[in-house]
Each structure stands twice: as C-alpha cells, then as structure tokens.
C-alpha cells in the first residue's frame, strides 16, 4: 500500500515568502506529525493531529508557522515570512492512533530559503 | 526536562558487532525507539521496546534497557555495509509525541 507522501520534495524559497508543505498519511491513520531535521537543531517535533481534537502545537518554534488538517486526512505546514533558519528537512509521519507505537513517515520537504 | 543524547559516529568492520547507546532523562517514558535514515531518505523504525522491558531481541538486533540509568543500546550483529546509516534513538512518554537523539552515524568498513 501508499505509505506517506508529501510535497513537494524540495522548495527553494526567498527570505520573507510564504510557503505552504503537503503532507499525505497513510489511508485511515488517525493520527499525524510533523517533525523538523536541520543540522543545528537535529529532530525536533512539531506539531500533531489525533483524529478531531485540538492539536498539540507545543513544538511549533513562533508564530509564524501554522498547520492545519483537512478532513482528518491531508495535512498543510504553513511557514509565513520565513527566515534563513527555517532552512530544514520537514518530516511528516502518521499512525494508526494516537497510541500506536509505530510512527510511517514521509521523505520529507527540504527547505531552502536563499 | 527532555533530552536524549547519543554519540555522533561510530565505525566498524563487516562482520563485527556494532553497539550504538543512547541516554535519556525521562523515566515516564513508555516506549523507546530505534530509527535508521539512509542518506536521502526518510526514517524508518528498526525496533523498539517497552519500559517495562529488559531486553528485546529481533533477528539481528538486540535492544537493551537499563531503567535505573536510563541507558538503552541497539546492538548489530553481524554488521553488514547495507547497515550504514545514521541511527536515531527516540522517547516517547506523551502517547506519540517523540524526542529524538541526535542520531549516532554508523560507518560499516569492508
């Protein structure tokens, strides 16, 4: 079966640009994570869905990044006026439940902002 | 607070054993992961184990767990060139929510 996608794959972006990062999970996986990889920060959690209850944004790093989750399946990481430290690997993943041990994730979207 | 900590690199022979650690800070964590990412590519999930476990074992790879010094190891048997990788530990004590090491990278010499 499709495991999770997400585009696209690389985006170049200029200093003070918007951008909006797809993530597709797995069919029926309730929830759903974003995680940022930069060289300076390693792997850092984000934010996550379960299902239709408030998401967890605690790991989102300003106010400038927002994501939401359509129809409790795709899900968009907005980054407003970004920044050179945005630059980074954006990992999404997605799991049964909640609960369930095992996290899929996706390739992830490099970003680069010039 | 949170912290997982590992060391950066790790070189061995083909055919040797490789034992990667990973400290963490949280004992209410549930469960404790082991990820592997090939260059270019996403993580994947090699094992993980339950806190209240000693020790698991899965084909080649043997997880170990020390509660009292919160000390977990992956050990590699038999280590192969297809093994070189990086290697993340993870914790996970909110229902999902993971915190990553900063991944130890496993270099396999023919």
């Known amino acids: 079966g499709a495991g999770v996608s997400q585009s696209p794959s690389n985006k170049v972006t200029e200093k003070g640009k918007d951008v909006e990062l797809r993530c597709d999970p797995i069919?029926?996986?309730?929830?759903l994570y974003w995680y940022r990889q930069s060289l300076g920060q390693g792997l850092e959690f984000l934010i996550y869905f379960q299902g239709n209850s408030a998401p967890d944004k605690s790991g989102l790093p300003s106010d400038r990044f927002s994501a939401e989750r359509t129809g409790g399946s795709v899900s968009t990481l907005t980054i407003q006026r970004t920044q050179q430290e945005d630059s980074a690997v954006y990992l999404c993943?997605?799991?049964?439940?909640?609960?369930?041990?095992?996290?899929?994730f996706g390739p992830g979207t490099r970003l680069t902002v010039t | 607070g949170e912290d997982v900590e590992q060391s950066l690199f790790l070189s061995v022979r083909e055919g040797d054993s490789s034992v990667i650690n990973c400290t963490y800070t949280?004992?209410?964590?549930?469960?404790l992961y082991w990820y592997k990412q090939e260059p270019g590519a996403g993580l994947q999930l090699l094992t993980y184990i339950f806190s209240n476990m000693d020790m698991k074992q899965d084909q080649r790879l043997t997880v170990l767990l020390n509660k009292k010094d919160k000390h977990l190891s992956l050990r590699i048997a038999d280590t192969q060139t297809g093994d070189s990788a990086i290697y993340f530990c993870?914790?996970?004590?909110?229902?999902?929510?993971?915190?990553f090491g900063q991944g130890t990278e496993l270099s396999v010499k023919p």
């Open positions: 949280d004992s209410s964590s549930t469960y």
């Open positions: 993943a997605s799991s049964l439940t909640r609960a369930t041990y095992e996290q899929y």
């Open positions: 069919s029926g996986h309730t929830a």
């Open positions: 993870a914790e996970d004590n909110q229902g999902g929510k993971l915190i």
